[in-house]
Nanobody, 124 residues
């Protein structure tokens, strides 16, 4: 069964850190650029970050630049999102996604395969 499974979410105080993981099963992530997205209640889904297949190219939403870092370990078939200096406005359900057709670059991806999400809540 092909799956993307996110984990690592939880409740954290403002200023704290979390590391999210996105693990693939049933297929290898080597050939896919991976995107992280989030959706807060009552808000539209927002792109957070993306990493190319090689890991050499990454991009970030302005709202998370300098605080979040995306990385990948192809040997573990997993992509990570290290989130530091968390703010209450980072509270959301976080998803990872790929485009089924594959693609090495973050540019022009039509994400159509999603994980179930992991909840991040930043609150004191």
């Amino acid at each position: 069964q092909l799956q993307l499974v996110e984990s690592g979410g939880g409740l954290v105080q403002p200023g704290g850190s979390l590391r999210l993981s996105c693990a693939a099963s049933g297929f290898t992530l080597d050939y896919y650029a991976i995107g992280w997205f989030r959706q807060a209640p009552g808000k539209e889904r927002e792109g957070v970050s993306c990493i190319s297949t090689s890991g050499d190219s990454t991009n970030y939403a302005d709202s998370v630049k300098g605080r979040f870092t995306i990385s990948r370990d192809n040997a573990k078939n997993t992509v990570y999102l290290q989130m530091n200096s968390l703010k209450p406005e980072d509270t959301a359900l976080y998803y990872c996604a790929v485009e089924r057709a594959g693609g090495s670059s973050c540019h022009g991806r039509a994400y159509d395969f999603w994980g179930q999400g992991t909840q991040v809540t930043v609150s004191s």
